[in-house]
Nanobody, 123 residues
């Protein structure tokens, strides 16, 4: 069992930065892939980024070069550094964990989810 809690969301102007944190419980955290997804009002939840248990990272095309995902297994933490934010980045951001295989950008492959944190980017 893994429990996830996101934090770090807020209101920022376009071009600004935020760092989201995902705190995880559970002894096997280091063995999990951790993904970030987001859901804007009226839209489907979409993949943003994943950091695999081995440290490899993957990003949605629209955030490449602006977002950076990292993890600290000693603290059971995953971070999403978001720079050059745009109004279209406005959404609730969720972190999710999985130990299975399958496509990294598919929600159904993730077993555990946090409650989400709101990110609002004003123009």
């Amino acid at each position: 069992q893994v429990q996830l809690v996101e934090s770090g969301g807020g209101l920022v102007q376009a071009g600004g930065s935020l760092r989201l944190s995902c705190a995880a419980s559970g002894r096997t955290f280091s063995g999990h892939d951790i993904g970030w997804f987001r859901q804007a009002p009226g839209k489907e939840r979409e993949f943003v980024s994943t950091i695999r248990s081995g440290g490899f990272t993957y990003y949605q095309d629209s955030v490449k070069g602006r977002f950076t995902v990292s993890r600290d297994n000693t603290r059971n933490m995953v971070y999403l550094q978001m720079n050059s934010l745009k109004p279209e980045d406005t959404a609730v951001y969720y972190c999710a964990a999985r130990r299975g295989s399958g496509l990294l950008d598919i929600r159904a492959t993730y077993d555990y989810w946090g409650q989400g944190t709101q990110v609002t980017v004003s123009s």
